[in-house]
């Protein structure tokens, strides 16, 4: 690392790429940014996942082209830019287009587009910057969360998720793989960041985690930005 522009030492430059679903992971890097100096750029469109692979947009029914278009300006960014560090994030609500051109594939069968997609992105982003780290998908609540706290105060537990449900592990597997397989860093937020216990906690000390079914708290993200801050240091390539 090399100082930035407050003379402390860091990454100075940070860029994040990521669909509009991981936006609540967006506070853990903003506080970041904010207390060690750095500059952010968030790349950031709705529907749109980082994995370079035609999309299908359920609501538009169609392949969503966009995306597409979306993906390579923020590729073009960063090579511009040469940040430090790249953070990319996705959800693991992947839709890619069939082979027709025209259908929707989802689940197990999106797996394999959604590696080698991702696979060509982080190649990409390793040649234009100085370290690139993959966070993994978050977990999921079974509940709307803040509906049912507010209408059973206290019972707070009830509204905990079971993990085999709230975590995918065959989805972290193919991050952390892909990862991997790309030699750039990965973070895992689950345990113990999110889910540090089974089952996952609706509340974790005096915060609320979920803001809806699978979106954290701006509140809970931004308390674990000196956390993400450390695994960062840990996994990145560069001292």
Known sequence: MRPDSTGRKGFGR???VRR???GSRDRRS???AVERGWRLVSLTKSGCGAA???QYNVNFKRAYTECATWREASFRRAESEHPA???VASSRASHAVGADGASDVTGVDAVEPWRAGMDRT???LAGAAGSVVLIGDTPRSDVDVPVCLSAHRDDVLAWATPVEDAISRSWLANERDVAAATAVGFVDPTPP???PSNPCPAVIGN???FRDEHHLTSQFSSALGRLLGDALRARSAKP
């Open 30 to 32: 903003d506080r970041l």
């Open 14 to 16: 940070i860029c994040r």
């Open 85 to 87: 560090l790249v953070l």
């Open 20 to 22: 509009s679903s991981a």
């Open 52 to 54: 370079d692979v035609l």
């Open 122 to 124: 982080l190649r990409r």
């Open 207 to 209: 915060f609320m985690v």
């Open 193 to 195: 960041w999110v889910c």
